[in-house]
């Protein structure tokens, strides 16, 4: 089995602190084997915000960590910094990769870099990087589960949210599920939910669900959304049936500690 954290949208900067702390406690006992860190890591793309992001990343421990950026990763007010170099402390905090793979046995996850610096909130999937995953999910093993991850959603569950949907996600979502894509995560909206677009999609060749995850550290929550992160359990790719179960952990105020309030089980399609 392997174990993957979604960390998403903690907007260093104005990340709580008892929050935090009951993060790291999450990890202590889950011990997950991937860390998912899906973007909007600052408020303002500052050095100190990447700063104490880096450190407190550091201190889980995690075995594996796969980031991108997010849109609030790239500086705003500074218009040289934001034309010129704007992942500059983004790579200095992790890494130079803007994009990145993590694979074992059980799952294949492709992490994809959807920011622009001439776009401030909106995100988009360019034709190149769209084939590029599809290639590569042909490649993967046929009894792996096969995730694309990306900041900004591919789909929303409220019409409200509908201006924060990735620009080029129809083709997207027809050439990876196409191509074997089982799951598509991201965050951005800071609300959690999972929704099954070939219910909502007929036209797409193959089963595909969309995983989002809320903001796991900020003040800046949703109502009726409180921090939360995303533990997906990835059975072994001997298992029969070969499942994968999304858990939501929502943070408690009362008790100051993350717990388990919803889980889906996915079930992929036929062996392919």
Not at 142 to 160: F, G
Not at 239 to 255: A, F, I, K, Q
Request: hydrophobic share 45%.
């Amino acid at each position: 089995m392997t174990l993957v954290l979604q960390v998403s949208d903690p907007h260093f900067g104005t990340e709580r602190a008892p929050v935090a702390a009951a993060l790291r406690l999450l990890v202590q006992q889950q011990l997950p084997d991937l860390l998912l860190l899906s973007g909007d890591i600052t408020q303002r793309a500052t050095r100190a915000q990447f700063t104490a992001a880096r450190a407190f990343i550091d201190s889980l421990q995690v075995p594996q960590v796969l980031s991108i950026p997010g849109n609030h990763d790239i500086p705003l007010v500074n218009l040289a910094a934001r034309l010129c170099r704007p992942y500059a402390r983004y790579r200095a905090a992790f890494g130079t990769a803007l994009e990145g793979e993590y694979e074992n046995a059980d799952v294949l996850v492709l992490a994809l870099n959807s920011t622009r610096r001439y776009r401030h909130i909106d995100g988009e999937l360019s034709a190149g990087q769209i084939e590029r995953v599809a290639a590569r999910l042909r490649q993967a093993k046929s009894n792996c589960w096969r995730i694309v991850v990306t900041h900004q959603p591919l789909a929303v569950s409220r019409s409200e949210d509908a201006k924060d949907l990735l620009h080029g996600r129809e083709q997207a979502l027809h050439s990876w599920a196409a191509a074997g894509a089982d799951v598509v995560m991201g965050g951005h909206i800071h609300l959690p939910y999972v929704l099954a677009m070939h219910q909502l999609m007929p036209a797409l060749p193959a089963p595909l669900w969309v995983v989002q995850a809320g903001t796991a550290l900020s003040s800046r929550v949703r109502i009726g959304a409180p921090n939360s992160v995303n533990l997906l359990r990835i059975a072994a790719a001997a298992s029969t049936p070969r499942t994968l179960h999304v858990e939501r952990w929502d943070y408690n105020d009362t008790g100051n500690r993350f717990e388990c309030v919803c889980i889906n089980q996915l079930l992929p399609p036929p062996a392919r």
